[in-house]
Nanobody, 124 residues
Framework: QVQLVESGGGSVQAVGSLRLSCAAS????????MAWFRQAPGKEREAVAT???????MYADSVEGRFTISKDNAKNTLYLQMNSLKPEDTAMYYC??????????????????WGQGTQVTVSS
């Protein structure tokens, strides 16, 4: 049974930082592509950052230079370091896993597994 459990969300003021974590279990973590998505009320779910099975990363233009995705294969954990947060970053953040995968996709439909989400709220 594949499980993804996010943590680390919360409320923060603009220009602050948060670090999200996604603990994975039930599969060979290193063989999967992983991603962070977010969804704000009334908006579609969008890919924020992705990481391929062998490490290369991709970021949405809106977070490039502010967010960093990383993974620790030994701990089966995915991270999203978010710096210089803006009110428009407010959303529910989800981690997702895609398998089989070499290059991570950005469409939600290609991801097989999802976490329950963690809320991030940024106030001005």
């Amino acid at each position: 049974q594949v499980q993804l459990v996010e943590s680390g969300g919360g409320s923060v003021q603009a220009v602050g930082s948060l670090r999200l974590s996604c603990a994975a279990s039930g599969y060979t973590y290193s063989h999967y592509c992983m991603a962070w998505f977010r969804q704000a009320p009334g908006k579609e779910r969008e890919a924020v950052a992705t990481i391929d099975s062998d490490g290369p990363t991709m970021y949405a233009d809106s977070v490039e230079g502010r967010f960093t995705i990383s993974k620790d294969n030994a701990k089966n954990t995915l991270y999203l370091q978010m710096n210089s947060l803006k009110p428009e970053d407010t959303a529910m953040y989800y981690c997702a896993a895609e398998e089989p995968c070499v290059v991570a996709g950005t469409a939600p439909s290609v991801y097989n597994y999802w976490g329950q989400g963690t809320q991030v709220t940024v106030s001005s």
